[in-house]
């Protein structure tokens, strides 16, 4: 019985003081320590530095572009994220496994070549360009071109949040719901939605915030145009060529706080979505 509970508690990994040692090593060096130093030069700047700053037309321009830009992405694949995993979790067709694998594409394309192809298809002469064309509707370097660049990089964040909640819905609450009387609607609305809010909720959360921080991707297609097509990430590297680093320091500094306030904001809703949803069940 000794030997059993020997063998029960061995683990292939060493013990807890090396492994959370190292754990706690790679976090500092890839993730603490370049937040540290960008909160170090941001925190050189006084506030009437950092209000100068924050306060230019152009940046307040950018800031609105990426906003603006990133929110219309999510929105997209708010809905596009939930019909793929939808159809990717509820359905068996040919091509089922590639359309699952090309989810993950945009993880694995560097944002310069998505950028580079996205450009190919959107401009003027490109497959897709040239049928807008006539109607006027070329979206390359314009800030719809901003738009589709976020939401091709950030689709993956809203399939796999939601997609896991799909597959682990159970079939015998839609079957009780349809016997009782209710439509597809409202076995969409009461029965389905509510299981699926947390991934929804996650899933366009991260799909803003990967949004506000894309950079390659965008600009090769926004145009790059001052107050119309230049998002903040291309200003904060403008800046960082004229050595101008407070300005790139409040720049970044505030793009990073609004990031963190959104993923704190997500996880503290997510975890009442959850707590809603068990008392309810």
Do not use: C
């Not at 370049?34 to 925190?43: I, Y």
């Not at 906003?67 to 793929?84: S, V, Y």
């Not at 609450?173 to 969409?188: H, N, P, S, V």
């Not at 299981?195 to 965008?218: D, N």
Request: aromatic letters at 10%; zero cysteines.
């Amino acid at each position: 019985m000794l030997a059993a509970l020997s063998t029960r508690r061995r683990s292939p990994l060493p013990g807890l003081g090396l492994t959370l040692g190292i754990t706690l090593l790679f976090v500092t060096l890839i993730v603490l320590l370049p937040l540290f130093g960008l909160g170090w030069q941001f925190a050189q700047l006084g506030l009437a530095d950092y209000l100068r700053v924050m306060g230019d037309p152009r940046v307040l321009a950018s800031l609105r572009v990426t906003i603006a830009a990133a929110a219309a992405a999510t929105a997209i694949n708010a809905a596009g994220g939930l019909l793929l995993a939808w159809v990717i979790s509820r359905y068996r067709f040919a091509g089922r496994r590639l359309l699952d694998a090309l989810i993950d594409l945009p993880f694995a394309l560097p944002t310069s070549v998505a950028g580079i192809a996205l450009v190919a298809l959107y401009a003027g002469d490109g497959w897709i360009g040239r049928l807008l064309a006539p109607f006027g509707l070329v979206p390359a370097y314009t800030w719809w071109g901003i738009v589709i660049a976020m939401a091709f990089t950030s689709i993956p964040f809203a399939v796999r949040a939601i997609q896991p909640l799909i597959e682990e819905l159970d079939p015998v609450e839609e079957a009780a719901a349809r016997t009782l009387g209710a439509g597809d609607g409202q076995i969409f609305t009461r029965v389905i939605l509510p299981h699926l809010m947390p991934g929804i909720l996650t899933g366009t959360g991260l799909s803003f915030v990967r949004s506000l921080g894309e950079f390659g991707a965008v600009i090769f297609i926004a145009g790059n145009l001052p107050f119309k097509t230049e998002i903040a990430s291309l200003l904060i590297m403008i800046r960082l060529d004229e050595f101008d680093y407070p300005a790139a320091a409040a720049i970044a500094g505030t793009m990073l706080g609004l990031s963190l306030v959104l993923l704190v904001a997500i996880n503290v809703a997510h975890t009442r979505l959850y707590r809603r949803f068990e008392q309810g069940a």
